[in-house]
C-alpha cells in the first residue's frame, strides 16, 4: 500500500512538473511586406530608347529586386503588382498594396528626356509632395497620364487631372503622414545606386505622382535611369547592370528595414 502511494506521489510530481514548463503558443510573426510595381505594363509601354520599351526594363529589374528579398531575409513577404507583361492601373496597384496592409510600396520606373537631351543620365527616387518645378512636374505629367489610358478615369480617379499643378494641396494632406520614412527609403535607394551600382546620383526629389498618393504606407517611385542616354539605354539592357540595380534597390529596403528596427 506504501509502494502504490509512493508510486502515485511520484507519478503526479512529474506530471505537475511537465505540465509547468510547457511554453505558451506565441502569436506568429507577421511579416514585412514589400510591395514592388513594375510601372506600366501591356497596352501602356511607357517611355521608350531607340530600341527599348520601360515596360520591359522595369518589370526585369521589379522581378530581381523581389528575388533578393525572398532569397536573403527571412522575415519579409513581396507582393507584385504584376509579374508579367500585363497592364495594371495606378488605382488597382494603390489598391493592392492597401489591401495587404503593405508595409513598403516601391515603384520601378524608367525616364526619358525630350529630343536634344541625349546626354542626361542617371538615378532619381521620387516621393510625394508639392514640388512640381521644371523637370520634377513634367516627370509627373508622364508617369500620372497612364490614367488617361481608361475610359472611366474622371470616374475612378476623382475627377483628377493628371496635367494640372492645382492639385498640390491634395497630394500633400494624402502623403504627409508618412513621408519622412518615404525619404528615409528614398535617401538610401540612392546611396545605394552610387555606391553598389555606380550609377550617376540625381537625388531624391518630390512630385505629385497618383500612384504614390492614395498608397497607405511610405512610398517611392524609383526611376533607373533614362532610356533617351544611348549609353544608358545599352546598360539598361544589360543582365549585369539590371543585377546591380536590383541588388541596389533591395540593399536601400533592407537598410529601411534596419533603421525601422533600431527605433523599436
Known amino acids: 500500500m506504501k509502494n502504490n502511494l509512493a508510486l502515485y506521489l511520484v507519478l503526479s510530481f512529474v506530471v505537475i512538473s511537465l505540465t ?14 514589400v ?6 505594363g501591356g497596352k501602356d509601354p511607357g517611355t521608350r530608347g531607340s530600341y527599348t520599351l520601360e515596360k520591359d526594363v522595369v518589370l526585369k529589374v521589379a522581378l530581381k529586386v523581389g528575388k533578393y528579398l525572398e532569397d536573403l531575409l527571412d522575415d519579409v513577404e513581396v507582393i507584385y503588382t ?3 507583361d500585363s497592364y495594371s492601373h495606378p488605382k488597382i496597384d494603390a489598391e493592392i498594396a492597401n489591401n495587404a496592409e503593405a508595409d513598403l510600396f516601391v515603384s520601378i520606373h524608367a525616364n526619358a528626356m525630350p529630343p536634344g537631351n541625349a546626354h542626361v543620365r542617371g538615378t532619381e527616387t521620387f516621393v510625394m509632395g508639392t514640388k512640381n518645378e521644371g523637370r520634377n512636374f513634367e516627370v509627373a505629367k508622364r508617369e500620372n497620364s497612364v490614367i488617361l489610358l481608361e475610359e472611366d478615369y474622371k470616374e475612378a480617379y476623382q475627377d483628377f487631372d493628371p496635367t494640372s499643378p492645382e492639385v498640390n ?19 538610401n535607394i540612392q546611396t545605394q545606386f ?3 551600382a555606380g550609377r550617376k546620383n540625381l537625388g531624391v526629389k518630390q512630385s505629385s505622382l497618383w500612384v504614390l498618393w492614395n ?17 544608358e539605354e545599352k546598360e539598361l539592357n544589360s543582365d549585369e ?19 525601422l528596427e533600431s527605433t523599436k
Open 241 to 259: 547592370v539590371q543585377d546591380y540595380l536590383a541588388s541596389a534597390i533591395f540593399r536601400g529596403i533592407r537598410d529601411y528595414k534596419k533603421y
Open 20 to 33: 509547468s514548463f510547457q511554453t505558451v503558443p506565441t502569436e506568429k510573426a507577421k511579416k514585412f511586406k
Open 82 to 84: 504584376r509579374k508579367t
Open 215 to 231: 498608397t497607405a504606407m511610405p512610398s517611392v517611385l524609383v526611376e533607373l535611369g533614362y532610356l533617351t542616354n544611348p549609353k
Open 194 to 196: 552610387e555606391k553598389r
Open 169 to 187: 494641396i491634395m497630394f500633400s494632406i494624402m502623403q504627409e503622414a508618412y513621408q519622412e520614412n518615404s525619404i528615409i527609403l528614398a535617401n
Open 35 to 40: 510591395v514592388i510595381d513594375p510601372g506600366h
